[in-house]
């Protein structure tokens, strides 16, 4: 009995093996994993996640979580435990996290339920990562699921992978433990060698009964123990195939029986002796019975708790937001997990690759010289390092932390290498600094003086301009003076003021205004300030231009305009004169006028009504009568209206049109000025054409009436 207790404790211990080696991968992830109870008290929490949190994993225990989380997702983490604590379903949520320092990032939390009883959830167990750092591909999480999910269904004790001919390619540590061989000395042999010569056709069949329609079978056969002794083992074998339907190898998960086995021939046994005693033993065989009964029911409760660990554990190697990949100290590829697969979709782990060549494109013939993964199977330390690696027509650069993984001795037995992709991160750092060269090019090339100001007013840049300007070299100025130096007094003050008020409101300082500075020589300068904030510091960037020659030209550009003014006002005071003396002019002839007018009309008009009563031909009377019409016009307004009005008139045209104004024929004109009658209607048309009548209905003499 014993002895039978030992072989059902011993699967005992190679759990806790196992256990401590996932216990390592969940300590030392890149991410955080948090488990709380159902009140949201925190039961464990790894390293990571204590540092996120920025407290020590021994404070955090016993902390409610929510305290944790930022006043405005209090709600939805709330309404996400009660989601998983009833459903028992995986949630998922993204919130805002406070340090215990005070500062905060922005989480991704993805929650499983940890179920000690049936349709029960005691505990939640949370996964916590960077947004940013998480890079999930479906297709590759799906087969990797299936896989794993084949081995969790079939999983016993004993889990190995073989090709049709028994060659081993795969076992685990249960399976080494069992044999007492390393990996190395199962790996690559025929499990035959294992199983009594008699049973290897027995053992043929069964595998080659295999196929699409019966991929899964299981079957009890004997082995040789290490001991020499025979004993029995059951084993469930499933043929695996790839994602094209193609055949791979097999798979078979397998556990001890021996005991049962042996317990049952001991049965038979006693059966056959001891028939007569049955009614005598019975009860003792019942009660030993019902022991063992209670022992395999521990064993399956321990074979659960061992599946749901590892079940838990794999889940956090498969959903990790980073690479990981395993390497022998051959340096090749044991294995991987999915997002090492999706960077590298190429490499085959049961092919063991060497990693050097499987992650190169082209591959490497030797160990990279940078290798932190070659370092840490070396001396057994962790190592950092940031890889260039090709991958086609690019180069993509990864930060790789490798850990050792050692055995219960402290022997190196592989590493775990923990892949970041930082090849945006690396891009844009050297846009960044392709972006910082460039604008310092034209910071110090352009043309006009530049300085980039600190908020306590000291010169932090200054380009080769403002050199020429001041006369001050770099070294002498940048970090040890302040733009005020170089000012004159006047200005000063005004200048702190926008200075000040430019980094509460930029829109209430001017940005561009006029001051003076003075150069290393004391020459003073006329300048045009332009001053404007760089965006998200509290630095401004100033540009001063030298306006003195400007300055000078306007103050002569003024003088120009008050000489201008002066000589503008002497001549108007000209022209004001000239305008008295022509006023006064037209007085004196209009005085004239009158005086010339009265004297016809007392001394000339008179004598020609008296020499219209003397005996004369009728010619002479003719004229008479004309000459005193002609008087009667001189003094009438009529006739200084035509002259004044059109002074284009001839005086043949004047006469012509005095003598149509008192009705006089074309025949009576041309009698009188001695004219043909065709010259009078020529004289008249062009009359007519002067005063704007031509082509319209309009009587000459009723016109020339109503210019009086």
């Given at each position: 009995?014993?002895?039978?207790?030992?072989?059902?404790?011993?699967?005992?211990?190679?759990?806790?093996?196992?256990?401590?080696?996932?216990?390592?991968?969940?300590?030392?992830?890149?991410?955080?994993?948090?488990?709380?109870?159902?009140?949201?008290?925190?039961?464990?929490?790894?390293?990571?996640?204590?540092?996120?949190?920025?407290?020590?994993?021994?404070?955090?225990?016993?902390?409610?979580?929510?305290?944790?989380?930022?006043?405005?997702?209090?709600?939805?983490?709330?309404?996400?435990?009660?989601?998983?604590?009833?459903?028992?379903?995986?949630?998922?949520?993204?919130?805002?996290?406070?340090?215990?320092?005070?500062?905060?990032?922005?989480?991704?939390?993805?929650?499983?339920?940890?179920?000690?009883?049936?349709?029960?959830?005691?505990?939640?167990?949370?996964?916590?990562?960077?947004?940013?750092?998480?890079?999930?591909?479906?297709?590759?999480?799906?087969?990797?699921?299936?896989?794993?999910?084949?081995?969790?269904?079939?999983?016993?004790?004993?889990?190995?992978?073989?090709?049709?001919?028994?060659?081993?390619?795969?076992?685990?540590?249960?399976?080494?433990?069992?044999?007492?061989?390393?990996?190395?000395?199962?790996?690559?042999?025929?499990?035959?060698?294992?199983?009594?010569?008699?049973?290897?056709?027995?053992?043929?069949?069964?595998?080659?009964?295999?196929?699409?329609?019966?991929?899964?079978?299981?079957?009890?056969?004997?082995?040789?123990?290490?001991?020499?002794?025979?004993?029995?083992?059951?084993?469930?074998?499933?043929?695996?195939?790839?994602?094209?339907?193609?055949?791979?190898?097999?798979?078979?998960?397998?556990?001890?029986?021996?005991?049962?086995?042996?317990?049952?021939?001991?049965?038979?046994?006693?059966?056959?002796?001891?028939?007569?005693?049955?009614?005598?033993?019975?009860?003792?065989?019942?009660?030993?019975?019902?022991?063992?009964?209670?022992?395999?029911?521990?064993?399956?409760?321990?074979?659960?708790?061992?599946?749901?660990?590892?079940?838990?554990?794999?889940?956090?190697?498969?959903?990790?937001?980073?690479?990981?990949?395993?390497?022998?100290?051959?340096?090749?590829?044991?294995?991987?997990?999915?997002?090492?697969?999706?960077?590298?979709?190429?490499?085959?782990?049961?092919?063991?690759?060497?990693?050097?060549?499987?992650?190169?494109?082209?591959?490497?013939?030797?160990?990279?010289?940078?290798?932190?993964?070659?370092?840490?199977?070396?001396?057994?330390?962790?190592?950092?390092?940031?890889?260039?690696?090709?991958?086609?027509?690019?180069?993509?650069?990864?930060?790789?932390?490798?850990?050792?993984?050692?055995d219960k001795t402290g022997g190196i037995v592989a590493a775990i290498e923990m892949v970041n992709d930082i090849t945006e991160s690396v891009r844009t750092q050297q846009k960044l600094l392709e972006s910082e060269i460039r604008y310092r090019t034209v910071f110090e090339t352009t043309g006009t003086a530049m300085l980039i100001i600190n908020e306590d007013m000291t010169i932090a840049f200054m380009n080769q301009e403002?050199?020429?300007?001041?006369?001050?070299?770099?070294?002498?100025?940048?970090?040890?003076?302040?733009?005020?130096?170089?000012?004159?007094?006047?200005?000063?003050?005004?200048?702190?003021?926008?200075?000040?008020?430019?980094?509460?409101?930029?829109?209430?300082?001017?940005?561009?205004?006029?001051?003076?500075?003075?150069?290393?020589?004391?020459?003073?300068?006329?300048?045009?300030?332009?001053?404007?904030?760089?965006?998200?510091?509290?630095?401004?960037?100033?540009?001063?231009?030298?306006?003195?020659?400007?300055?000078?030209?306007?103050?002569?550009?003024?003088?120009?305009?008050?000489?201008?003014?002066?000589?503008?006002?002497?001549?108007?005071?000209?022209?004001?004169?000239?305008?008295?003396?022509?006023?006064?002019?037209?007085?004196?002839?209009?005085?004239?006028?009158?005086?010339?007018?009265?004297?016809?009309?007392?001394?000339?008009?008179?004598?020609?009504?008296?020499?219209?009563?003397?005996?004369?031909?009728?010619?002479?009377?003719?004229?008479?009568?004309?000459?005193?019409?002609?008087?009667?016009?001189?003094?009438?307004?009529?006739?200084?209206?035509?002259?004044?009005?059109?002074?284009?008139?001839?005086?043949?045209?004047?006469?012509?049109?005095?003598?149509?104004?008192?009705?006089?024929?074309?025949?009576?004109?041309?009698?009188?000025?001695?004219?043909?009658?065709?010259?009078?209607?020529?004289?008249?048309?062009?009359?007519?054409?002067?005063?704007?009548?031509?082509?319209?209905?309009?009587?000459?003499?009723?016109?020339?009436?109503?210019?009086?």
């Open positions: 009995m014993e002895t039978r207790r030992e072989k059902l404790n011993r699967p005992r211990a190679d759990t806790s093996e196992d256990v401590k080696k996932y216990k390592a991968l969940y300590d030392f992830a890149p991410v955080g994993y948090v488990t709380w109870d159902e009140r949201g008290i925190i039961l464990e929490v790894n390293h990571t996640a204590a540092k996120l949190l920025a407290m020590e994993p021994s404070l955090l225990t016993d902390l409610p979580f929510k305290q944790f989380v930022a006043p405005a997702g209090q709600e939805l983490f709330d309404q996400h435990q009660r989601s998983l604590f009833q459903s028992g379903e995986r949630q998922t949520c993204e919130l805002q996290l406070i340090k215990s320092d005070g500062g905060s990032f922005f989480a991704f939390l993805s929650c499983i339920g940890i179920s000690e009883k049936k349709d029960s959830v005691e505990k939640c167990l949370a996964l916590i990562a960077d947004i940013s750092a998480r890079k999930q591909i479906e297709e590759e999480l799906q087969r990797s699921e299936k896989r794993y999910r084949h081995i969790v269904e079939d999983q016993t004790e004993l889990i190995c992978r073989y090709r049709p001919d028994g060659t081993l390619t795969f076992v685990n540590e249960a399976y080494c433990r069992f044999f007492r061989k390393k990996k190395g000395e199962l790996i690559g042999r025929r499990f035959f060698s294992l199983i009594p010569e008699k049973d290897h056709e027995q053992v043929r069949k069964i595998i080659a009964s295999l196929n699409e329609k019966q991929p899964r079978i299981t079957h009890q056969h004997r082995i040789i123990l290490p001991d020499g002794r025979i004993g029995w083992q059951e084993w469930t074998n499933r043929i695996i195939y790839n994602k094209n339907g193609e055949f791979v190898e097999y798979q078979a998960v397998g556990r001890d029986i021996t005991d049962i086995k042996t317990a049952e021939a001991a049965l038979r046994k006693s059966h056959d002796e001891l028939e007569h005693r049955v009614e005598e033993r019975t009860a003792e065989l019942r009660k030993e019975k019902q022991r063992l009964l209670e022992e395999i029911e521990k064993h399956n409760l321990t074979e659960e708790a061992l599946r749901k660990s590892e079940e838990r554990f794999r889940s956090v190697f498969d959903y990790i937001g980073v690479g990981i990949a395993l390497i022998s100290p051959d340096m090749e590829i044991l294995t991987m997990n999915p997002q090492m697969g999706k960077w590298f979709p190429g490499v085959d782990t049961n092919l063991k690759p060497l990693c050097y060549q499987a992650f190169n494109d082209p591959p490497r013939e030797t160990v990279c010289s940078y290798c932190p993964t070659c370092k840490t199977l070396q001396d057994g330390q962790v190592h950092e390092s940031v890889a260039d690696t090709p991958s086609g027509h690019e180069i993509r650069h990864y930060r790789i932390i490798a850990s050792p993984l050692k403002f050199e020429k300007q001041s006369g001050y070299a770099k070294s002498e100025i940048e970090g040890l003076r302040t733009w005020m130096d170089f000012m004159m007094p006047d200005d000063i003050k005004r200048m702190k003021k926008y200075h000040r008020v430019r980094r509460v409101n930029p829109d209430a300082a001017p940005s561009g205004y006029e001051c003076r500075s003075r150069d290393k020589a004391g020459c003073i300068r006329d300048i045009f300030l332009n001053v404007a904030m760089i965006p998200g510091t509290t630095m401004s960037v100033a540009s001063l231009m030298d306006i003195s020659e400007r300055k000078q030209a306007m103050e002569e550009l003024k003088k120009r305009e008050r000489d201008l003014a002066a000589e503008s006002h002497r001549l108007h005071e000209m022209n004001t004169a000239l305008k008295v003396l022509l006023r006064q002019r037209e007085e004196d002839r209009q005085e004239m006028e009158k005086k010339v007018i009265s004297n016809i009309r007392k001394l000339v008009l008179p004598y020609v009504e008296k020499l219209n009563h003397t005996s004369m031909s009728p010619v002479q009377a003719g004229y008479v009568d004309v000459i005193a019409t002609n008087l009667k016009n001189v003094v009438s307004p009529f006739l200084r209206t035509l002259t004044a009005v059109h002074m284009d008139f001839t005086p043949r045209e004047i006469e012509v049109a005095n003598l149509v104004r008192e009705g006089k024929t074309a025949k009576e004109i041309a009698s009188l000025l001695n004219l043909s009658i065709r010259s009078i209607e020529f004289h008249k048309d062009n009359i007519r054409k002067k005063l704007g009548l031509s082509n319209k209905k309009i009587n000459l003499r009723t016109h020339l009436m109503a210019l009086v």
